[in-house]
C-alpha cells in the first residue's frame, strides 16, 4: 500500500505542519469506513449480532466491527506514533470518528431509501445495531464508538512493546476462545471437568469469568515467555543437553498428536481427520507441484480414481463389483490412480506453467463430469453415488476405533510414511532432478535431465498418493458421490502446498492446519467461511510470498536481499570475518 | 549406454502415444459425426438452432476471454478473479435494469428499451471496473516480482473473496434479469434460428470486440499496451508508463466482462453469485483457442468454443449411443483445450506460449 509510504518516514517530524497530513487521516478513515460498511452489508454485523463472544458483553457482530475501527485507529496511528503518543492517539480518534461518520450516513441513508432491495443485510437489525436502538437520534453512536476504539487502539501501539504485546495477545485470544468456547466445552461437559467447563464456557462464547481468566492466563503467560525467552535459552544450550531439553518436548508433541482425537470427543476427531487426509494429499502434491514445480489444478482427478477403485471394489450395495475387504482394494486404488497419472502425464508433458495448470484442470473437470454423467451411471452411480462401502477396521461401533478415530490413524500413518517417502526422495538423485526441472527446465534437460522420466514420476507418485487418499476417504464417508468430485479440492490442496510453502514437508502440515482445519471448525460461520479463506489465501501470498513454513533454499532466494540490507554494518563485518576465520 | 536407449525407447514410445492419441480423437470426431448424421435423428433446422446458441454463448466466452487474453499477455498470470468480474458486471446491470424497468423503460419501445440496456451495461462495466482495479490494487501489484504460482494463488483468493462477498450481501437465491418481451421474440435472420437478444448479444460483441481491436492497435495508448507486453523494461524506457499501461489493460478486460455480464444476463435470464467460475474458465480456454494475448483470436477463440460446445456433444457423442449428451458439453470443451494446449499450444492464431519467454 503507498499509504504506508507516504509521507516518506524521513519526511515525518519536518512536515508535522503540512496539511497533507490531515487528508491522509481522512483517507485512511473514509477507507476503514469503506471496510466497516462492507463488514455490516456482507451480513457479518447483523447475523452475528446476537452471537456471542463474551456472554452479555461484547457479540461477534459488534467485535467485528470494534477489529475494524481498531484496525483503522492502528493504520492511522502508525507513522504518527514516531513523533508523539498524543498525535498518534489523536490520529487514530479522527481516522475512526470518520469512518464512523461513513456508517451514521448509511444509518441516514437506509432511513431514507429501501437499501433492502438490494443489500439483504441493510435491515432494521443493523440499524438498530449500529445507532442503539434510537433511530436517527442515535446517528451519533457510531461516530463515538468509532474515536473510542481508534484511540484505544492508536494509544495501544504507543505504550512499550512490554506492555503491547501481552494485551494485543491476551485480546485476540479472546476472540480466539470466544469463538471455540461452545467447541470446547461440548467433548468437556462428559468428563469430570463439566463443572468448570460450565463455569468458563457458554454454548456459545465465554461466560464473563471465563473470559476474565482466559484474558489473565494468556497475558501472564505471553509475559512469562517474553521475560524468560526459552526458546533462546534452549538454543544457547550445547547440543548434548539441548537434546534432553528438546526430546521429551517432541515426545509430549507425539503423545498430543495420537491422543488429540480421543481426548477432544468425535467433532474433532472428524476434522483432524479431514485435516490428516488433506495433509496426505498435499504431501502427494508436493512432489508434483513442490519438488518438480508442475502445478496440478486437477488433483482431484487421481483423488476421484482412488476413491472410486475401492467404493466399486468393496461396496456391498448395487454397483458394487468385488465385495472386497478395504485393504484388499486399497492397493488397487493407489496404482490405478497411478496408471491414470502416467496416461494424463504423458499427453500434457510438454505444455509448461499456467498452461499446465489450466490443461491439469481441465483433465479435473473431464473426469468429475463423466463421474456424473449418465454415460458412467451403468458403472458409477452418477449422482445416486455408491453405498455400503465397509470401514478399514471393523469394529463395533461402541469401540474407541469407530468413527473417525480410526480414519484419523490410518491416514496420520500414510501421510508419515509419504512424508518419510518424500523427505527421503528430496535428496536423491530425482529429487535433485525435481528440484533442477522446478527451477529451470531448460538448463536441467541441458545438464543431462531425462525431463520425460522426471516429470512423469513426479506425476506417477502425486497421482498415487492423491489416490491413496481418496482411497481413505471413502472408507472415512462410507460412500462417494459424483458430487464428492470437486474443482474446490484441486484447489485446496494446491493452496495447502503453496501457502505452507513449496516444497516443505512441515508447511504442508501447517498449511492443512490453516486451510482446512481452521474452516471445518468455523461450520458454524458457513457462508463466511470461503470469503475468509479467500481473504486468508490473498494476505498470507501477500505477505510471505514463500509460504509460511518455506524450506530453507526457498526462503533464502526471496530473502537474500532484505537480509543484507537488515543486518547492521558491524554485523555484516563480523560475518564475512567469521567466514574468513573458518575458512581452511 | 543402456540407459541411453532406455531413454530413446521412451521418446520413441512417447511419440507412438501422441500419435494414437491423435488418431484416436480423430476418428473418434469424424465416426462418430458420420454415425450421428447417418442416423439422422436430428433434421438441418436442429442444427441451425444449435448454430445460433453457440453463437450466443461464444460471443459471450469472447468478450470475457479478452480480459483473459490482454491481463495474460501483459502480466503472464492467469486473472482467476475474471469470472467474478463478470459476475459482478451482472449483477450491477442487474440492479440497474429493475431500476430502469421500475422506471418503466422496458417496455414495447424498443429504442427506449435499447437505451435502458445501454444504460445498464455502462453501469455494469462501472462496477466491474472499480472492482478489477481494486483487486489489481490489492492482490495482484504486491506480488508482481514474486514467483509466478504465488499470483496465481491470490488470485484464487480473490476470486473466492469475490463470491462469497457477493454470496453476503445479495444471498444465494437466483436473481432473473428482467428483459422487454421483443428480445425474445424469434428474429427474422433465415436458417439460424435466433431470438432478438441472441442477435442483440452477437451483434453488441462484435461491435465492442471491433472498436476495442482498433482501441488496441490505432491508438497511442493501445500502442503503449502492447509495447508493455512485449516487454516491461525497454517500454519503461521508451517512457511508458508501465503501471498504466497494466492498469488500463485491467479496466478495458474489466469493461468488456460487465458488458458481457449483463449481455449474459439478458440472453440467459438466470443471475446468482456463482455464475462466474464456469463462464471463467471457459474463456480462458477460449482465450487459449484463440491464441493468448490476441485480440481477434480471442474473438475466434469465443465463438469457436461457443459452436463446438453447442454442436460437438449432439455430433460427435449421440451416434455412439451415449445418453444425455448435454450433460457432456463441458467435458468436450475441456478435451478440447487439452487437446489445442497439446498439439498447437500458439492457439489458432497466436505467438507461441508454452516456452517462457525471456
Known amino acids: ?584 | 549406454m543402456h540407459v541411453r536407449r532406455l531413454d530413446r525407447l521412451t521418446d520413441v514410445a512417447i511419440d507412438v502415444f501422441m500419435l494414437a492419441f491423435k488418431a484416436a480423437v480423430i476418428a473418434l470426431v469424424v465416426v462418430g459425426s458420420f454415425l450421428t448424421l447417418i442416423g439422422g435423428t436430428y433434421t438441418g433446422a436442429d442444427w441451425l438452432e444449435l448454430v445460433g446458441a453457440g453463437l450466443t454463448q461464444g460471443s459471450i466466452y469472447a468478450m470475457i476471454a479478452l480480459g483473459y487474453t490482454m491481463v495474460y499477455g501483459i502480466l503472464r498470470m492467469i486473472n482467476f478473479a475474471h469470472g467474478e468480474i463478470f459476475m459482478a458486471g451482472s449483477f450491477g446491470g442487474y440492479f440497474a435494469i429493475v431500476a430502469l424497468a421500475g422506471a418503466g423503460m422496458l417496455s414495447d419501445n424498443v429504442i427506449v428499451s435499447l437505451i435502458a440496456i445501454l444504460i445498464a451495461i455502462l453501469v455494469a462495466m462501472a462496477v466491474s471496473v472499480t472492482l478489477a482495479v481494486g483487486v489489481e490494487r490489492i492482490a495482484y501489484r504486491p506480488l508482481r516480482n514474486a514467483p509466478t504460482l504465488v499470483p496465481l494463488i491470490s488470485a484464487i483468493g480473490a476470486s473466492l473473496f469475490l463470491q462469497y462477498s457477493f454470496r453476503g450481501f445479495f444471498g444465494s437465491g437466483i436473481y432473473a434479469y428482467p428483459t422487454p418481451a421483443f428480445l425474445q421474440q424469434e428474429s427474422p435472420i433465415p436458417f439460424l434460428s435466433m431470438r432478438w437478444v441472441d442477435v442483440l448479444v452477437v451483434i453488441a460483441s462484435l461491435a465492442m470486440m471491433t472498436v476495442l481491436y482498433l482501441f488496441v492497435m490505432r491508438s497511442k495508448t493501445g500502442t503503449a499496451i502492447r509495447a508493455v507486453s512485449e516487454d516491461k523494461g525497454t517500454a519503461a524506457l521508451m517512457g511508458i508508463d508501465a503501471n498504466r499501461a497494466i492498469v488500463l489493460t485491467f479496466v478495458i478486460g474489466a469493461a468488456m466482462a460487465g458488458a458481457a455480464g449483463v449481455l449474459y444476463g439478458l440472453a440467459f435470464i438466470q443471475v446468482t453469485f456463482a455464475m462466474g467460475i464456469f463462464p471463467g474458465i471457459k474463456a480462458f480456454t477460449a482465450a487459449v483457442l484463440g491464441g493468448i494475448g490476441n485480440v481477434p483470436g480471442a474473438l475466434l477463440g469465443g465463438l469457436f468454443l461457443g459452436l463446438v460446445e453447442a454442436i460437438g456433444p449432439t455430433l460427435f457423442l449421440t451416434g455412439f449411443g451415449v445418453p444425455a449428451t448435454n450433460q457432456l458439453k463441458d467435458a468436450v470443451a475441456f478435451t478440447m483445450l487439452v487437446l489445442i494446449l497439446v498439439f498447437r499450444p500458439s492457439g489458432l492464431l497466436g505467438e507461441r506460449v508454452t516456452r517462457k519467454r525471456a
Request: proline fraction near 5%.
Open chain 1, 1 to 584: 500500500m503507498s499509504a504506508a509510504t507516504f509521507p516518506p518516514p524521513d519526511m515525518i517530524g519536518a512536515a508535522a505542519a503540512d496539511p497533507w497530513r490531515l487528508l491522509r487521516l481522512v483517507k485512511i478513515g473514509v477507507a476503514g469506513g469503506a471496510i466497516a460498511i462492507y463488514v455490516c452489508l456482507v451480513g457479518i454485523v447483523p447475523v452475528f449480532a446476537v452471537r456471542p463472544l463474551i456472554i452479555g458483553v461484547l457479540e461477534l457482530g459488534q467485535a467485528a466491527l470494534l477489529i475494524a475501527f481498531a484496525a483503522i485507529g492502528y493504520v492511522a496511528a502508525r507513522d504518527r506514533v514516531k513523533v508523539s503518543r498524543f498525535r498518534a492517539v489523536s490520529g487514530g480518534a479522527i481516522a475512526g470518528a470518520i469512518a464512523g461518520a461513513m456508517l451514521t450516513g448509511l444509518i441516514a441513508f437506509g432511513a431514507v431509501l429501501d437499501l433492502r432491495a438490494m443489500f439483504l443485510n441493510a435491515s432494521p437489525v443493523l440499524y438498530d445495531l449500529l445507532n442503539n436502538g434510537l433511530v436517527l437520534k442515535g446517528a451519533y453512536v457510531p461516530i463515538v464508538v468509532g474515536a473510542i476504539t481508534g484511540g484505544i487502539a492508536a494509544a495501544i501501539l504507543g505504550l512499550s512493546s512490554r506492555v503491547r504485546v501481552p494485551l494485543v495477545v491476551g485480546l485476540s485470544l479472546l476472540v480466539f476462545f470466544g469463538l471455540f468456547a461452545g467447541l470446547l466445552r461440548t467433548p468437556m461437559l462428559v468428563t469430570p471437568l463439566a463443572g468448570l467447563a460450565r463455569f468458563l464456557f457458554g454454548s456459545e462464547g465465554l461466560t464473563v469469568a471465563g473470559g476474565t481468566i482466559v484474558f489473565i492466563l494468556t497475558v501472564a503467560t505471553t509475559v512469562i515467555v517474553r521475560t524468560t525467552k526459552p526458546r533462546r535459552r534452549v538454543a544457547a544450550l550445547p547440543p548434548a543437553q539441548r537434546r534432553l531439553v528438546v526430546g521429551p518436548l517432541m515426545l509430549l508433541v507425539l503423545a498430543m498428536v495420537l491422543l488429540f482425537p480421543l481426548a477432544l470427543g468425535p467433532f474433532f476427531a472428524q476434522v483432524i481427520a479431514i485435516v490428516a487426509l488433506f495433509v496426505l494429499l498435499g504431501l502427494g502434491l508436493n512432489i508434483t507441484l513442490g519438488l518438480a514445480g508442475l502445478l496440478d489444478l486437477g488433483f482431484v482427478a487421481f483423488y476421484a480414481v482412488g476413491a472410486y477403485t475401492v467404493a466399486l471394489l468393496t461396496s456391498t450395495a448395487e454397483y458394487g463389483i468385488a465385495g472386497w475387504s478395504f485393504w484388499q482394494a486399497v492397493p488397487f486404488g493407489v496404482v490405478f490412480a497411478m496408471l491414470v497419472a502416467l496416461f494424463l502425464g504423458l499427453p500434457i508433458l510438454r505444455i509448461r506453467g499456467d498452461y499446465l495448470a489450466i490443461a491439469t484442470l481441465g483433465f479435473g473437470e473431464i473426469i468429475r463430469i463423466l463421474a456424473g454423467s449418465d454415460l458412467l451411471k451403468p458403472w458409477l452411480g452418477g449422482p445416486r453415488g455408491i453405498l455400503n462401502i465397509p470401514k478399514p477396521l471393523d469394529v463395533p461401533p461402541t469401540d474407541w476405533l469407530a468413527g473417525p478415530v480410526q480414519i484419523y490413524y490410518i491416514a496420520l500413518a500414510c501421510a508419515a510414511v509419504v512424508g518419510f517417502v518424500a523427505w527421503r526422495l528430496r535428496g536423491s538423485r530425482l529429487g535433485r532432478s525435481w528440484l533442477a526441472i522446478r527451477e529451470d527446465e531448460d538448463v536441467a534437460e541441458g545438464m543431462g535431465v531425462n525431463l520425460v522420466q522426471t516429470k512423469l514420476l513426479a506425476y506417477m507418485l502425486g497421482g498415487a498418493f492423491a489416490g491413496l487418499a481418496g482411497a481413505i476417504s471413502v472408507g472415512l464417508v462410507g460412500s462417494i458421490f459424483a458430487s464428492s468430485i470437486q474443482l474446490q479440492l484441486s484447489i485446496n490442496v494446491a493452496a495447502i502446498v503453496i501457502v505452507g510453502g513449496m516444497g516443505s514437508i512441515p508447511g504442508v502440515v501447517l498449511g492443512a492446519l490453516v486451510l482446512i482445519g481452521l474452516p471445518e471448525l468455523f461450520r458454524e460461520f458457513s457462508d463466511y467461511r470461503l470469503l475468509f479463506y479467500g481473504l486468508a489465501l490473498m494476505t498470507i501470498m501477500i505477505l510471505r510470498p514463500e509460504g509460511l513454513l518455506p524450506s530453507r533454499v526457498s526462503r533464502r532466494e526471496l530473502h537474500t536481499s532484505d537480509e543484507i540490507l537488515a543486518l547492521p554494518d558491524d554485523q555484516l563485518i563480523t560475518d564475512a570475518e567469521r567466514r574468513e576465520a573458518t575458512a581452511p
